[in-house]
């Protein structure tokens, strides 16, 4: 046979061996992880929408500030970049590795035995190298940026759910506490308006000394807090400012200018935890990471067995030219050990991996679960504490017309309005912790993600 038959035989077979399957296992069949069928006091079976779900409050300003913020968030931002980065990986993946360099060199050389006669020397070289996946480690490795590609996506809509948790977290609890803040205005002048009547009452002999000073210390007590909320409230918005990468002053005039408190809406249907495996990106996250630990097991497997390689190299020294082309064959032998030990821990990160996987898929069924059940209770709870506020407001005016027409006494007046303060601030609470939890049910079935 020819040496250009030889050559020829030589690459078919090659060639031949490039088409064999790649090893190690496939990151594109995962197992199918085991859920529960339905959720416990699961409220719907509708499967939640990847949409807007906030615009559910019905607040046309939090509507807008999340708008506005989503285009620039630090977080946001940041997590986009790192996806940028891992399409950068993807493309620098090939169907096999590759090297073409050239050098190019000048200098003096002696051209005679004398050491006299010397001349110019140039040399160039172009040299090229294509070492071909015979056993798929060149596909697992892009296998495997892929699965970081996929990962850094379900990232970042993890980061996206995160930012609009806290975001919703401190919108809520900014109206709360300016509700807190009209309750105990309104409580102030309630008890203003007690003193007035204490003093005259007096004054004419009625009440006592002693009464004006209860009356006064109520009035006192109310008005210590409102620094309190007024605190708690710029808190919440310099939260915001941050989040949402706006100033702070323009941000605190919007705010103050006023908004009724978010109420919960209704819903919403959380379908079965297998809609989980498709709607929460912490899940696809985990997952991803899992077929580019099996990549990576792939891409070590490949490492322990032989490499073939084509070569070719051409130079041109003087206006001479020389060329060279043809196979390489290189054997892993003395660094089996270390190759086996790269093998092996890739597989206990795959493992590793495949734990993290199926917990977070268990922790996203809790979430969810958790969540029903705060929902159903805070509401429940919200509810109730509403009536009661009801409730007392119609006794302290039962007990501000009974002291005005002198059949009660001041100190039963008095805890009348303690009771009617307090309710209504707890009532206030409870339908923020209810608000509050719609979103975290909403946010706990991957809804908003996209």
Same mark, same amino acid.
């Given at each position: 046979?020819?040496?250009?038959?030889?050559?020829?035989?030589?690459?078919?077979?090659?060639?031949?061996?490039?088409?064999?399957?790649?090893?190690?296992?496939?990151?594109?069949?995962?197992?199918?992880?085991?859920?529960?069928?339905?959720?416990?006091?699961?409220?719907?079976?509708?499967?939640?929408?990847?949409?807007?779900?906030?615009?559910?409050?019905?607040?046309?300003?939090?509507?807008?500030?999340?708008?506005?913020?989503?285009?620039?968030?630090?977080?946001?931002?940041?997590?986009?970049?790192?996806?940028?980065?891992?399409?950068?990986?993807?493309?620098?993946?090939?169907?096999?590795?590759?090297?073409?360099?050239?050098?190019?060199?000048?200098?003096?050389?002696?051209?005679?035995?004398?050491?006299?006669?010397?001349?110019?020397?140039?040399?160039?070289?172009?040299?090229?190298?294509?070492?071909?996946?015979?056993?798929?480690?060149?596909?697992?490795?892009?296998?495997?940026?892929?699965?970081?590609?996929?990962?850094?996506?379900?990232?970042?809509?993890?980061?996206?759910?995160?930012?609009?948790?806290?975001?919703?977290?401190?919108?809520?609890?900014?109206?709360?506490?300016?509700?807190?803040?009209?309750?105990?205005?309104?409580?102030?002048?309630?008890?203003?308006?007690?003193?007035?009547?204490?003093?005259?009452?007096?004054?004419?002999?009625?009440?006592?000394?002693?009464?004006?000073?209860?009356?006064?210390?109520?009035?006192?007590?109310?008005?210590?807090?409102?620094?309190?909320?007024?605190?708690?409230?710029?808190?919440?918005?310099?939260?915001?400012?941050?989040?949402?990468?706006?100033?702070?002053?323009?941000?605190?005039?919007?705010?103050?200018?006023?908004?009724?408190?978010?109420?919960?809406?209704?819903?919403?249907?959380?379908?079965?935890? /297998? $809609?989980?495996? !498709?709607?929460?990106?912490?899940?696809?996250? @985990? +997952? =991803?990471?899992? %077929? &580019? #630990?099996?990549?990576?097991?792939?891409?070590?497997?490949?490492?322990?067995?032989?490499?073939?390689?084509?070569?070719?190299?051409?130079?041109?020294?003087?206006?001479?030219?020389?060329?060279?082309?043809?196979?390489?064959?290189?054997?892993?032998?003395?660094?089996?050990?270390?190759?086996?030990?790269?093998?092996?821990?890739?597989?206990?990160?795959?493992?590793?991996?495949?734990?993290?996987?199926?917990?977070?898929?268990?922790?996203?069924?809790?979430?969810?679960?958790?969540?029903?059940?705060?929902?159903?209770?805070?509401?429940?709870?919200?509810?109730?504490?509403?009536?009661?506020?009801?409730?007392?407001?119609?006794?302290?005016?039962?007990?501000?017309?009974?002291?005005?027409?002198?059949?009660?006494?001041?100190?039963?007046?008095?805890? /009348? $309005?303690?009771? !009617?303060?307090?309710?209504?601030?707890?009532? @206030? +609470? =409870?339908?923020? %912790? &209810? #608000?509050?939890?719609?979103?975290?049910?909403?946010?706990?079935?991957?809804?908003?993600?996209?």
């Amino acid at each position: 046979m020819s040496f250009r038959l030889h050559r020829r035989a030589m690459l078919g077979s090659v060639l031949a061996l490039g088409a064999c399957a790649a090893v190690g296992p496939d990151p594109n069949a995962l197992p199918t992880p085991a859920v529960p069928a339905g959720f416990d006091e699961s409220e719907g079976a509708a499967t939640p929408a990847q949409t807007a779900f906030w615009s559910g409050y019905n607040d046309a300003t939090l509507n807008r500030l999340i708008g506005q913020g989503m285009g620039q968030s630090f977080d946001i931002m940041a997590a986009n970049e790192r996806i940028r980065a891992a399409q950068a990986d993807v493309r620098a993946a090939q169907p096999w590795a590759s090297q073409i360099g050239g050098t190019t060199t000048a200098g003096r050389e002696r051209t005679g035995g004398d050491g006299i006669a010397a001349g110019t020397a140039n040399t160039a070289a172009l040299s090229a190298s294509f070492v071909f996946d015979l056993f798929g480690g060149a596909r697992r490795a892009r296998e495997g940026a892929a699965a970081g590609l996929q990962s850094a996506e379900a990232q970042a809509q993890t980061v996206r759910l995160a930012w609009l948790a806290e975001v919703i977290a401190a919108y809520a609890d900014a109206r709360f506490f300016q509700q807190a803040l009209a309750l105990t205005r309104d409580t102030i002048r309630t008890r203003e308006g007690t003193l007035d009547v204490t003093r005259n009452s007096q004054s004419v002999g009625i009440a006592t000394e002693y009464d004006v000073a209860q009356t006064e210390a109520l009035l006192q007590t109310a008005r210590a807090d409102l620094p309190n909320y007024e605190a708690q409230f710029n808190a919440q918005v310099y939260r915001l400012s941050t989040l949402l990468n706006l100033q702070a002053a323009p941000l605190m005039g919007q705010m103050r200018g006023g908004s009724a408190q978010l109420r919960t809406p209704p819903g919403p249907g959380t379908g079965v935890p /297998a $809609d989980l495996l !498709r709607s929460r990106p912490d899940i696809r996250v @985990a +997952q =991803a990471d899992y %077929a &580019a #630990a099996l990549a990576a097991v792939g891409v070590a497997t490949a490492d322990l067995l032989p490499a073939i390689s084509l070569t070719g190299r051409v130079t041109d020294q003087g206006g001479a030219t020389a060329w060279g082309f043809g196979p390489g064959l290189s054997l892993p032998v003395l660094n089996q050990g270390a190759l086996q030990a790269t093998r092996s821990r890739r597989l206990s990160e795959a493992r590793g991996a495949e734990i993290a996987w199926k917990s977070a898929i268990a922790a996203a069924v809790e979430d969810v679960q958790t969540a029903q059940s705060n929902l159903r209770r805070f509401r429940q709870r919200a509810a109730t504490l509403e009536g009661a506020a009801a409730s007392y407001d119609r006794a302290y005016a039962l007990a501000r017309q009974n002291f005005e027409a002198g059949a009660l006494a001041l100190v039963d007046l008095l805890e /009348a $309005d303690r009771s !009617r303060a307090s309710a209504r601030l707890a009532a @206030a +609470q =409870a339908r923020n %912790a &209810a #608000a509050k939890e719609w979103a975290t049910l909403q946010i706990a079935t991957g809804a908003g993600s996209r």
